[in-house]
């Protein structure tokens, strides 16, 4: 359990949740984090999920995409972030080609992030896919989809691209919503297309969409917790919105620190320190 005090705990949403909010045009919102403290803060907040995204070797290791994530990887950062939301649906992203080499070797990443804690699990595309959808969903594992710009195609796509401009490549996508959701994909994100193009997807299958970078009509949003808090200076997408200045609040905070050290104001012997 958290050791942050939840006021007026909003209770887990389920997989019936998700359909019910696109059926009353309610909307939802996720929010990507990788670590327990996150999640924490993440859990006392509105918010009603968190995805566990490979997208976590770039922000948290810094490498260039997200191929160097690894099943191990996510299962980790998803048992943090398990500890520290307890009270919210939980994504575990499935790493590149996890699920690229049979279902035997599929299944076995699909159990290590579900025995880390996640209530679900994602993977991009839907050609070549359709096959181990179908088979973790009877396994009794909730798959969320995602399809347009998929960071784990980004060397196929030639860099990170808008996808579905072209009206082949929006067809194709168009097609692969309709597959993953005749697969039994419970949700399906979005990601860096047309607006018009996700609004008619969205209105197309009977599933929610998650949309980032595709416009306002989909069911729900998500943000990565770093770039919705401006941590992420260097990275600023068109489709990120900052809601916080973090970098520049966690610098002064760090640089008031470094000065109070060195004037010796911090620590106060009375206020900090013990008899």
């Known amino acids: ?42 859990n006392a907040s509105n918010v009603d999920c968190i995805l566990v995204g490979d997208s976590v070797s770039m922000v948290l290791y810094g490498y260039p995409d997200t191929l160097n994530a690894t099943v191990d990887m ?78 784990q195609s980004i060397h196929a796509f030639g860099g990170f691209k808008v996808q579905g401009r072209d009206p082949e490549v929006a067809a194709k996508i168009i097609r692969e919503a309709q597959e993953v959701t005749e697969a039994g994909c419970f949700a399906l994100v979005l990601e860096c297309m047309p607006s018009e193009l996700a609004r008619e997807i ?23 917790f770093q770039d919705l808090l401006g941590i992420q200076q260097s990275f600023k997408p068109k489709f990120v919105k900052h809601y916080l200045n973090g970098f520049e609040l966690m610098r002064t905070a760090f640089n008031a620190y470094d000065e109070e050290v060195k004037s010796v104001v911090y620590p106060d012997l009375k206020e900090h320190g013990y008899s």
Do not use: W
């Open 202 to 224: 969205t209105e197309m299958i009977n599933i929610p969409t998650i949309g980032i970078g595709a416009g306002p009509h989909t069911t729900g949003q998500v943000l990565v």
């Open 74 to 151: 996510i299962a980790q950062h998803t048992q943090a972030v398990a500890r520290g939301a307890p009270h919210k649906f939980i994504i575990g992203d499935l790493p590149f080609c996890s699920y690229r080499k049979g279902l035997v070797h599929t299944m076995d990443a699909v159990e290590k992030i579900m025995r880390a804690g996640a209530k679900a699990v994602k993977l991009e595309g839907a050609a070549g896919n359709l096959k181990a959808i179908r088979h973790i969903v009877e396994s009794g594992v909730p798959v969320m989809g995602h399809l347009g710009l998929t960071p």
């Open 1 to 42: 359990m958290s050791v942050y005090p939840i006021k007026n705990a909003k209770a887990l949403l389920s997989i019936q949740d998700f359909q019910k909010r696109k059926a009353e045009g309610q909307k939802l919102t996720m929010v990507t984090c990788y670590d327990y403290s996150s999640a924490a803060v993440v």
